[in-house]
Nanobody, 120 residues
């Protein structure tokens, strides 16, 4: 099992910044991509950004140029720097990793979610 602990959410005014962190622990051997998703009530969870073990990144169109995903493999931690926040960025943000080990996988793991609220 992989445990994911998120931090850094909160309330911010439009135009402000927040930095989310997600630390992985447990059976971390074999973790591949790490990413962030978000969800608002009544809508499907959507990809925000993802980073591979080799550092290749991909972003959803609404956040391109404003959000930056990074990871520290030594700390097994993924970050999401969110700048120029907009009210429509308000959501619960979830950390996600996929793991392949001993021929099994990829298996997806999710964090508990952290609330981000952007006021206008």
């Amino acid at each position: 099992q992989v445990q994911l602990v998120e931090s850094g959410g909160g309330l911010v005014q439009a135009g402000g910044s927040l930095r989310l962190s997600c630390a992985a622990s447990g059976r971390i051997l074999g973790i591949n991509a790490m990413g962030w998703y978000r969800q608002v009530p009544g809508k499907q969870r959507e990809l925000v950004a993802i980073i591979t073990s080799g550092g290749v990144t991909n972003y959803a169109d609404p956040v391109k140029g404003r959000f930056t995903i990074s990871r520290d493999n030594a700390k097994n931690t993924v970050y999401l720097q969110m700048n120029s926040l907009k009210p429509e960025d308000t959501a619960v943000y979830y950390c996600n990793v996929d793991r392949t080990a001993y021929g099994v996988g990829p298996v997806l793991y999710w964090g508990q979610g952290t609330q981000v609220t952007v006021s206008s």
